[in-house]
T-cell receptor, first 109, second 116 residues
Framework: GIQVEQSPPDLILQEGANSTLRCNFS?????LQWFHQNPWGQLINLFY???GTKQNGRLSATTVATERYSLLYISSSQTTDSGVYFC???????????FGTGTRLQVTL | DGGITQSPKYLFRKEGQNVTLSCEQN?????MYWYRQDPGQGLRLIYY???????QKGDIAEGYSVSREKKESFPLTVTSAQKNPTAFYLC???????????????FGDGTRLSIL
């Protein structure tokens, strides 16, 4: 099956810093989503981005489907950005999401 | 408010007992999914259903069962055959179309299951 790798696995930032999270996938995809899982376990949709670039406030994402990677940019990070960021993909005719192992982000004061 | 409701938030199971986790959605989505998350890991698919009265096994279906009698409901039963049920369980739903896999999935807030 498809492999989804995220990097870095862990990231510590000072408040106000910028960061880039990467998601590599081993096959062509129909759907790619970025999620933020907060400390209470809630999984929050950030972007649905099988290709192209989208922006939402301090967050933006770019997926280059032909090169099989996606990037999530966080600018001016805040402590509320802490948690785990997952990318997840679907391929072929399957509607199930295959998740990466996540990037754990901690934003400190 | 439209959304996905999972209950209960916390559940404790005794050895040899079956327990059922509830998932209800009022988004009028056709497809529903159950995922399991172990500590420090990503989510893995247990079962999914694209239409009423039909469902398919995911990657880790052993020890679990589901039903889909109504469009808005997709309960998951953790049976006594599941030897390591302690985990965080998340339910999701999505619109389906001719290209079902293109639609984003939306998640409930999860149920934490522990063994007594």
């Amino acid at each position: 099956g498809i492999q989804v790798e995220q990097s870095p696995p862990d990231l510590i930032l000072q408040e106000g810093a910028n960061s880039t999270l990467r998601c590599n996938f081993s096959d062509s995809v129909n759907n790619l989503q970025w999620f933020h899982q907060n400390p209470w376990g809630q999984l929050i949709n950030l972007f649905y981005i099988p290709s192209g670039t989208k922006q939402n406030g301090r967050l933006s994402a770019t997926t280059v489907a032909t090169e099989r990677y996606s990037l999530l940019y966080i600018s001016s990070s805040q402590t509320t950005d802490s948690g785990v960021y997952f990318c997840a993909v679907t391929t072929g005719t399957a509607s199930k999401l295959t998740f990466g192992t996540g990037t754990r982000l901690q934003v400190t004061l | 408010d439209g959304g996905i409701t999972q209950s209960p938030k916390y559940l404790f199971r005794k050895e040899g007992q079956n327990v059922t986790l509830s998932c209800e959605q009022n988004l009028n989505h056709d497809a529903m999914y159950w995922y399991r998350q172990d500590p420090g890991q990503g989510l893995r698919l247990i079962y999914y259903s694209q239409i009423v009265n039909d469902f398919q096994k995911g990657d880790i279906a052993e020890g679990y069962s589901v039903s889909r009698e109504k469009k808005e409901s997709f309960p998951l039963t953790v049976t006594s055959a599941q030897k390591n049920p302690t985990a965080f369980y998340l339910c999701a739903s999505s619109i389906t179309s001719g290209e079902a896999s293109n639609q984003p999935q939306h998640f409930g807030d999860g149920t934490r299951l522990s063994i007594l």
